[in-house]
C-alpha cells in the first residue's frame, strides 16, 4: 500500500466511524426524550441519569473516539488542508444518507444540493 492509500482509508475510517457516532448520539437523545422538558419536571440529576444511562450513547461516543483517532492517523500521513475538508464533507454527505436511511429524517432538495455541492468540493481537493 502506498502513502495515498494509507491516506484515503484512514479518511474513510473518519468519515465511518464520525457517521456512525453522529447517528447513534442522535437516536440515544431522540430516545431519551425533550431534556428540557425532563429537566423542568424531574431536575438535572434525573436529567443526567436519563441521558447517561442509555448505552446507546455510549457506543456513539465510542465511534467518535474511534473517528479522532482515525484522524490522527490521517493528519500522520497527509496534509491537514486534505483531511480535514475531505474528512469533515464526506461525513456531512453520509450523515445525510445515513439519518434518511436509519433515522427516518426528511433530508429535503436543499440539502442534497449542498451534499452534491460538498461532493465537488472534495473532488477539487483531492486533485
Avoid at 47 to 65: C, D, E, H, Y
Wanted: with cysteine; aromatic share 10%.
Amino acid at each position: 500500500m502506498t502513502g495515498l492509500h494509507y491516506t484515503w482509508g484512514s479518511i474513510l475510517a473518519v468519515v465511518i466511524f464520525s457517521t456512525a457516532g453522529d447517528v447513534l448520539t442522535s437516536l440515544a437523545m431522540k430516545q431519551s426524550g425533550d431534556v428540557g422538558n425532563t429537566f423542568k419536571t424531574t431536575g438535572l440529576a434525573n436529567t443526567i441519569k436519563v441521558v447517561l444511562g442509555n448505552p446507546t450513547l455510549w457506543i456513539g461516543i465510542a465511534f467518535m473516539a474511534c473517528a479522532f483517532f482515525s484522524l490522527l492517523f490521517a493528519l500522520s500521513w497527509a496534509d491537514v488542508s486534505l483531511v480535514a475538508p475531505a474528512s469533515a464533507s464526506l461525513t456531512f454527505i453520509a450523515n445525510a444518507i445515513v439519518a434518511k436511511i436509519f433515522l427516518r429524517e426528511h433530508v429535503d432538495g436543499r440539502r442534497w444540493l449542498a451534499a452534491i455541492l460538498v461532493a465537488a468540493g472534495v473532488a477539487l481537493v483531492a486533485r
